[in-house]
């Protein structure tokens, strides 16, 4: 190590700035240490959609405009996950104030809680369709395999508003569309919706803003979801 420096740019914060050289080669790095339970709070943002990429500069910025009329100062930022070259898309969960943002896949992830302390752990989320139904033998239980994740051909995509504007499927597949009629997907959280469309052989399909779009690509060999009736 070459030099170490330090500052404390908030109570329960310290920001290091590290340069380390061997043999004529160099690398810089950063590194924050957070204290719960003090002054600052770690948040999480994905800027406009889950779909894009953007620097921390430009997340930074976005965070401190959302809390600007709250006096809230950002103070630093960090990537919070590894997360697609291609899409932007995070590879493992992302939450929100208790919404998910994009399904978990299999990886390790930190939670942080309302009073600032934190969660680490391999988290699994379990999403299920059911069809509502007075007659029992058209009743059809479908599992999601994502969430607001790239739509490919590993079962079942579910794609809401935050996703993006469209789904962004580059393969031709069944987009059936839904709106919500009440709830949010939060963690033991249950949403009732109604189909409205099926878009049969599309792709990139629009998604609206008051409901949600669940992508089946065309090599998928489960019961179709054309039991529902729009």
Known sequence: VIYRTGTSPADGLQY????????????????????????????????????????????????????????????????GDFFSMQTGIPMGVLMQDGIILSSDAGETAIGIKADGTYLLGRPSITTTLHKITDNEADALTLPIAHINKYPAVWGAYLCTPEHGKTTYSTEEGTE??????EGVFSLTGEVRAVLTEIREKSKNSEIPEDGFIIYLHEKWDEPPLALFDP
Not at 51 to 79: H, W
Not at 176 to 181: G, I, L, R, S, W
């Open 16 to 79: 290091e700035a590290i340069l380390a050289e061997k043999d004529g080669e160099s690398q810089r790095g950063y590194l924050f240490t957070y204290q719960p339970g003090k002054t600052v709070l770690p948040m999480v943002t994905y800027g406009t959609h889950v779909v894009g990429r953007e620097t921390t500069g430009t997340m930074m910025r976005l965070v401190q405009s959302q809390l600007a009329e709250s006096g809230t100062r950002v103070v630093g930022g960090i990537n």
């Open 176 to 181: 059936y569309v839904f709106k919500t009629e």
